[in-house]
């Protein structure tokens, strides 16, 4: 059964997925790992966290406004061409 989460969710868990390591120590500061990413290098951040919802909608959970058009397919069970460009990143 599939299920559908907010972006915020979605963030969230890739941000847990990142920290899992546990925190980046840069001299005597501590910082999570999402943390770093994010602020250090925003489109590798981005593009990471597109390909974890693309990992998602493999477990069938796709992320509102992001996936939610892939649970509704055409008769031939493929997503609209449309749809694939809605999603691009040219930054990926």
Request: proline fraction near 4%; hydrophobic fraction near 30%; aromatic fraction near 10%.
């Amino acid at each position: 059964m599939s299920q559908l989460i907010t972006e915020d969710q979605a963030l969230e868990m890739y941000d847990d997925l990142l920290d899992d390591d546990g925190p980046v120590r840069i001299g005597n500061l501590t910082y999570s790992a999402s943390q770093v990413l994010r602020e250090v290098d925003p489109v590798a951040y981005r593009c990471g966290f597109n390909d974890y919802v693309d990992f998602l909608t493999e477990d069938d959970i796709f992320v509102e406004g992001l996936t939610e058009d892939e649970m509704e397919t055409e008769d031939d069970g493929q997503p609209d061409e449309a749809q694939e460009w809605e999603s691009f990143d040219p930054d990926c």
